[in-house]
């Protein structure tokens, strides 16, 4: 069973930083796709940055390039996320997601959109105060 769980939400002010960690497990492919996805109240899901097993660089959407990064640590199967800069118009649950993914397919096919054929995680909250 595939299981995908996020930790590491949590109450920010406007500027200040936050790390997302997704543990994965139950997940065998060798070739996948992973990302980090966000919904805020009212507002379709959307993709932030994702990451392939092949030699592709991240995407990142753009409110977030230059501010977000996102990491794997294939020995523990963690996807981190890194926000740094926290802006007001960042407060969603921010949830990851994988597929089966051929390393040749550039992350940016995986996001920016929502798939429900995706795994996901439960979410966790990131509100920011401004």
């Known amino acids: 069973q595939v299981q995908l769980v996020e930790t590491g939400g949590g109450q920010v002010q406007s500027g200040e930083s936050l790390r997302l960690s997704c543990a994965v497990s139950g997940f065998t492919v060798s070739s996948y796709g992973i990302g980090w996805f966000r919904q805020a109240p009212g507002k379709e899901r959307e993709g932030v940055s994702c990451i392939n097993t092949g030699p592709n660089s991240p995407f990142y959407a753009d409110p977030v390039k230059g501010r977000f990064a996102i990491s794997k640590d294939n020995r523990t199967f963690t996807v981190y996320l890194e926000m740094n800069t926290l802006q007001p118009e960042d407060p969603a649950v921010y949830s990851c997601?994988?597929?089966?993914?051929?390393?040749?397919?550039?992350?940016?096919?995986?996001?920016?959109?929502?798939?429900?054929?995706?795994?996901w995680g439960q979410g966790t909250q990131v509100p920011v105060s401004s």
């Open positions: 997601a994988a597929v089966a993914l051929s390393p040749t397919t550039p992350p940016a096919t995986m996001c920016p959109r929502a798939n429900a054929d995706y795994y």
